[in-house]
């Protein structure tokens, strides 16, 4: 899920309340004190300037590359940073 800035422009900017931003939102606030769900399931949140970074250094390197090559790309944080709902929690 893509999630709140990370630094830029701001650390935290998130402009809707929509989806992921809605939960987030509710969790941080205190709004929202329960939620059924297993404390060990891993969340893959990204940050949204990782995400619109992604986009500006694919589309760059696309530009380079003869028209037949098709290159995919997926942008994640699960493998390195893994963040479990318990500590999302906390």
Not at 4 to 20: K, R
Not at 37 to 52: A, G, K, R, W
Request: proline residues 4%.
């Amino acid at each position: 899920m893509i999630i709140a800035n990370y630094e830029d422009p701001f650390e935290g900017w998130i402009d809707t309340l929509a989806a992921s931003g809605g939960l987030i939102t509710a969790i941080s606030l205190g709004v929202l004190h329960f939620y059924k769900s297993n404390s060990n399931s891993i969340l893959d949140f990204i940050p949204c300037d990782f995400v619109s970074n992604q986009i500006l250094v694919q589309t760059a390197y696309t530009g380079m590359e003869p028209a037949s090559n098709l290159n995919v790309i997926h942008s994640s944080t699960t493998n390195r940073n893994p963040m479990t709902l318990g500590y999302a929690k906390n």
